[in-house]
């Protein structure tokens, strides 16, 4: 996976990690009224409910990760420029829709800002930086796309920043990029595998039958095409394909197959789907991790670490988010 492929994932997958309920959004003023935060003499926004300063200084704060500020006026300008992009999806920002959207972004947009603030944080321990090079030719791109960075800077003044405070949010967003990739590089591309089928039956009473079908001598393959609920691999016999550990979305069903030997079936396993016989058609202890799957592994990672990451951190809230 490059780094471009992992910045397009990286956004799906903080955003599962956010809230989704948060009070309606309600701005007095553009958002270009908005200076960039640390600009001198700015006049920085009204703070929101529960926002406070910093006790360094008297910037009004949105958040503190592990000691590191969040400034309001950041948090404010994102939700700003949320809003001012609903016009582009078809959605007005005062209709019942558009206030919707805003109050479900007022939670996410400042776990995004936290979350990659962690990842940033962690990259520094990790040594994991950017070159001046690197930004530059981001910004470069990002120029010319605008038309010349006379309509670039203007852009930006719209917006509420500046060539600066943008080109430091592309270096972020650079970091956030490589620590990802170092994260998603570590999950291994070769694995042991199982390639299964299973049965799944709706009540233990009849999954029970079956396995004495099965127990008495009848065909597996038989039973799934003829009585499995599960639509997708009925036809097939049941067959789930080969596949890792961390692949299947019922874990119940990987669980047992990993326990198993070629030929060897399970007993009736239950799950939220309802009730599983497994059967074990081939191992291999060393295959290669697909595509499809190893992408699936390397979401799965990211997703573990920060977590983890959020779980160790220091954060403290000062922007009112409740419902």
């Not at 600066?164 to 042991?192: F, W």
């Amino acid at each position: 996976m490059n780094l471009r492929a992992m910045w397009r994932l990286l956004p799906l997958l903080l955003a599962l990690i956010c809230t989704a309920c948060a009070p309606a959004l309600v701005t007095s003023e553009p958002i270009t009224s908005v200076p960039p935060a640390g600009t001198p003499g700015a006049e920085l926004p009204t703070l929101l409910p529960g926002a406070t300063a910093s006790p360094a200084s008297d910037v009004p704060l949105a958040a503190l990760v592990n000691g590191r500020p969040i400034y309001l006026a950041d948090y404010e300008r994102a939700l700003g420029q949320y809003e001012a992009d609903l016009p582009l999806r078809g959605i007005d920002p005062a209709s019942p829709e558009g206030q919707a959207e805003l109050a479900r972004a007022r939670s996410w947009i400042l776990d995004f800002m936290i979350t990659e603030d962690l990842i940033v944080q962690a990259a520094e321990k990790a040594g994991v930086t950017v070159s001046d090079e690197e930004v530059d030719t981001v910004m470069g791109e990002m120029v010319a796309e605008n038309g010349g960075e006379e309509a670039f800077r203007a852009k930006l003044e719209n917006l509420g920043e500046t060539y600066e405070t943008h080109r430091e949010k592309e270096r972020r967003g650079l970091i956030v990029m490589k620590m990802s990739q170092l994260i998603a590089d570590g999950v291994p591309k070769v694995a042991e595998h199982v390639h299964a089928r299973h049965i799944l039956i709706d009540t233990l009473e009849e999954a029970e039958h079956l396995h004495g079908q099965l127990d008495r001598g009848a065909d597996f393959a038989t039973l799934a095409r003829t009585y499995s609920q599960d639509q997708i691999t009925r036809e097939a016999e049941g067959d789930l394909g080969w596949f890792p550990r961390g692949i299947l979305t019922v874990p119940e069903v990987e669980e047992v197959a990993f326990s198993l030997n070629p030929g060897e079936y399970s007993g009736v396993v239950s799950s939220l789907l309802g009730y599983h016989i497994v059967e074990v058609v081939e191992r291999d202890p060393a295959r290669e991790v697909s595509p499809d799957n190893l992408h699936l592994l390397q979401e799965a990672a990211l997703q573990e670490w920060v977590d983890g990451l959020r779980l160790q951190a220091d954060v403290q809230i000062f922007v009112d988010t409740a419902p």
